[in-house]
């Protein structure tokens, strides 16, 4: 399975940015966004579960980025958004999904089988 993560770009602050994480694959439940700051660990940003055929969806920030970002599953939900609004500087990282077939809703990195590679996302003070 390949998770194709894009969208990443400099923005200022303020500003918008909305990544996608694509893949053929349609048995997916689960879908994570994580970021990477310089120096940091990576962290959570938010996670969707379900969507399929089994009904709606399940969805979960993390805090710091609540009332600012938003995750949906869109395109036949064969792609995962996540749309950035009111971009601040610690904002800026790498920023990577990941999928499980597995409908979960807590999420933990352990939990997700694949993950793509990283889009970078640089927001200018």
């Known amino acids: 399975v390949q998770l194709q993560a894009s969208g990443g770009g400099l923005v200022q602050t303020g500003g918008s940015l909305r990544l996608s994480c694509a893949t053929s694959e349609r048995t997916l439940n689960s879908y994570g966004w994580f970021r990477q700051a310089p120096g940091k660990e990576r962290e959570f940003v938010a996670h969707?579960?379900?969507?399929?055929?089994?009904?709606?969806?399940?969805?979960i920030l993390q805090d710091s980025v609540k009332g600012r970002f938003t995750i949906s599953r869109v395109n036949a939900e064969s792609t995962v958004d996540l749309l950035m609004n009111s971009l601040k500087p610690e904002d800026t990282a790498v920023y990577y999904c990941?999928?499980?077939?597995?409908?979960?809703?807590?999420?933990?990195?352990?939990?997700?089988?694949?993950w793509g590679r990283g889009t970078l996302v640089t927001v200018s003070s």
């Open positions: 990941a999928a499980s077939r597995t409908f979960f809703v807590t999420p933990r990195e352990g939990a997700y089988e694949y």
């Open positions: 969707i579960a379900g969507g399929g055929s089994a009904g709606g969806t399940y969805t």
